[in-house]
């Protein structure tokens, strides 16, 4: 998460940068990238969205100053193809960095009121996670959001060693002439071990599911479409 911070930081900086320089110098920005913003847009134009996608995502790799246009194209493209939150992020950095001046302003202002839209729709609904994907019961854990597994305390033997004898059944002590004198553990009953605190005996205890983080829902590659949907029972040939 913080390397994806800071690599948005870093394309937003490119971005401030071309932005300062076009009014200053309007061609500072590289042949390479102006090639690439000319691609996307075609791409754009014939409705080619997830090629644009791909396109805009070369030139961020690029690693150079980027016309601050961009960003809005980038985030039209990212809405076209159901990236909303993405898309705000881009969004919200060519508004700022443009204000009114912007060659997309009042279509920006448009974008973010159908962003919202469609964001606050994610936020309510009980089908995908916040970004928009479906989400299916986990197969991993079951629908659980918890998997059994051995006891880390007592490594699945159910049981430790006693924490006043040591498992040794028997507490030792020295008396004043220095003779060993020996007492039966009233903690372990002289077992020299007692049942374990953490599973309390049982040998396994409940573990996050890794799949689904405790959900119980996974997230798959599906836009969701907000509504229910009926579960499809797998028919097996005769």
Known sequence: MLLKLLRLTFIFMLFAFAHAGYAQNPVIIDQEVRQLMDRAIEEM??????????????????????????SYLFSKTLYMIEQYHNSKNFLDKYLDLTGKAGDYY???????RALNENIEEIKSCNFCNIFGYRLEHCDVCDGHGSLKAACYYCRGIGKTNCPTCLGKGVIITKNQFDVEE???CHTCQTVGNVTCKVCSGKKVIDSQCPQCLGSGRSKTKEICDHLPHEHKETKLDN
Request: aromatic fraction near 8%; glycine fraction near 2%.
């Open 182 to 184: 020996y007492e039966s």
């Open 106 to 112: 009042e279509e920006a202002l448009a974008l973010k």
């Open 45 to 70: 134009e014939s409705g080619k969205y997830q090629k644009a996608n791909t396109t805009f995502r070369e030139m961020l790799d690029t690693k150079k100053v980027l016309p601050s246009n961009m």
